[in-house]
């Protein structure tokens, strides 16, 4: 079953704030990925971290590989209205069977009313 | 470049129908997986293939079928409808030491 134990599992943003999520499993991978989900569209990745301890960024966005490997976690500085949707990560062992992704249970990122 | 494209967008079957839900990708990618994404539940790994010819079993395998004839095309077959199997389903690729997938915008299907 599901291995990545990923929280908030949803969150209230306001224009300018810094939010941040982690994602924690009971395995370990050898790499770890951040997709965002918009509406009726596929995941798109953000983030791809690849070394135990490697903070990585892609604009306002950056992420962490935990050094134990089980964990990771995704921050969101200066937040804007486009940064709604849901963000999902994702645990992958490269060189296993296909590359597999194992995915966490999603952070629903809204906008504070 | 179109990446990976999914057909149809939307479908509703009746328990006890067959169909397959088409996924091609144009980057000659040797990976390909579907997943189902079910509320709460992120995405779950139906099956995979490693190249044309080699398919395996995810997570969730039970009431679906695969097959890779060619490397561009990795249909996804249920063989008979379950209301259980409501869910929206992706398509992805990626290459061999390629990091993550590239995924598809998804078809979004009802059982009745």
């Known amino acids: 079953g599901q291995q990545l134990n990923q929280s908030p599992q949803s969150m209230f943003i306001q224009e300018g704030e810094d939010v941040s999520m982690n994602c924690t499993s009971s395995?370990?991978?050898?790499?770890w990925l951040w997709y965002k989900q918009e509406p009726g569209e596929g995941p798109v990745l953000l983030i791809a971290?690849?070394?135990?301890?490697e903070l990585t960024s892609n604009g306002r966005l950056t992420a962490q590989f935990g050094i134990t490997r089980k964990d990771s976690f995704l921050n969101i500085s200066a937040s804007i209205p486009s940064d709604v949707g849901i963000y999902f990560c994702?645990?992958?062992?490269?060189?296993?069977?296909?590359?597999?992704?194992?995915f966490g249970g999603g952070t629903r990122v809204l906008v504070k009313p | 470049n179109a990446g990976v494209t999914q057909t149809p967008k939307f479908q509703v079957l009746k328990t006890g129908q067959s169909m397959t839900l088409q996924c091609a990708q144009d980057?000659?990618?040797?990976?390909m997986s579907w997943y189902r994404q079910d509320p709460g539940m992120g995405l779950r790994l139906i099956h995979y293939?490693?190249?044309?010819?080699?398919?395996d079993q995810g997570e969730v395998p039970n009431g679906y079928n695969v097959s890779r004839s060619t490397t561009e095309d990795f249909p996804l077959r249920l063989l008979s409808a379950a209301p259980s199997q409501t869910s929206v389903y992706f398509c992805?690729?990626?290459?061999?030491?390629?990091?993550?997938?590239?995924f598809g915008s998804g078809t979004r299907l009802t059982v009745v």
């Open positions: 971290l690849y070394k135990a301890g």
């Open positions: 992805a690729s990626s290459y061999r030491g390629g990091n993550g997938y590239t």
């Open positions: 293939s490693v190249g044309a010819g080699i398919t």
């Open positions: 980057m000659n990618h040797e990976y």
């Open positions: 395995s370990i991978f050898n790499t």
């Open positions: 994702a645990g992958q062992l490269m060189k296993a069977a296909g590359n597999k992704l194992t």
